[in-house]
């Protein structure tokens, strides 16, 4: 079997499974890391817990999308959020669907799988859980953030480096 063909059988299937498996796997482990700071750490909201000298724990909720934005001041504005970001998630398993290059497909599967992870939490709690705070001294470039955040922003990155380097 040729190197060519080997490639070849690296059906669409493949691809597409590829980026579901990967939206899967950002799902459980944003939602178990939220699960922990919630519930068995017990840590409470604005608390901080010093991790290392740049990185901290502290929950906060967030009743906004990305960095605030769009804040939901009620069930009328959460829901519309939901909606929001559901269309979203659903234009990227089209995406997903459409894709033929495996890399591609991971890291929109990185997008998707944040992006259900924090659907998840806006419908069960209301709001999206943050805790990772990466910071510099008293500089914080970052807002407090999540796992599921840290997966859009990779597979957002990733897809940005994709099409700068690729010839199509």
């Given at each position: 079997m040729?190197?060519?063909t080997?490639?070849?059988?690296?059906?669409?299937?493949?691809?597409?499974?590829?980026g579901?498996?990967?939206?899967?796997?950002?799902?459980?482990?944003?939602q178990?890391?939220?699960?922990?700071v919630?519930y068995?750490?017990?840590?409470?909201?604005r608390?901080?817990?010093q991790?290392l000298?740049?990185?901290?724990?502290?929950?906060?909720?967030?009743?906004?999308?990305?960095?605030?934005?769009?804040?939901?001041?009620?069930d009328?504005?959460?829901?519309?959020l939901?909606?929001?970001?559901?269309?979203?998630?659903?234009?990227?398993?089209?995406?997903?669907?459409?894709e033929?290059?495996?890399?591609?497909?991971?890291?929109?599967?990185l997008?998707?799988?944040?992006?259900?992870?924090n659907?998840?939490?806006?419908?069960?709690?209301?709001?999206?859980?943050?805790?990772?705070?990466?910071?510099?001294?008293?500089?914080h470039?970052?807002?407090?953030?999540n796992?599921?955040?840290?997966?859009?922003?990779?597979?957002v990155?990733?897809?940005i480096l994709?099409?700068l380097?690729?010839?199509?």
């Open positions: 040729t190197q060519k080997i490639l070849s059988d690296l059906s669409t299937n493949n691809v597409r499974g590829a579901f498996l990967v939206a899967l796997l950002a799902f459980c482990f944003d178990f890391s939220k699960y922990y919630t068995p750490l017990a840590l409470p909201e608390m901080e817990i991790i000298p740049i990185f901290q724990l502290k929950w906060v909720l967030n009743y906004g999308i990305s960095m605030g934005f769009l804040t939901a001041g009620s009328v504005g959460r829901w519309i939901v909606g929001l970001t559901a269309a979203i998630a659903l234009a990227v398993v089209i995406l997903i669907l459409r033929k290059h495996f890399f591609s497909a991971m890291a929109l599967g997008v998707l799988g944040g992006a259900i992870g659907i998840t939490d806006r419908i069960r709690a209301g709001a999206v859980v943050d805790f990772l705070d990466l910071h510099f001294g008293n500089l470039p970052f807002l407090v953030f796992v599921a955040d840290a997966a859009i922003s990779c597979g990155a990733f897809l994709r099409s380097w690729s010839k199509n």
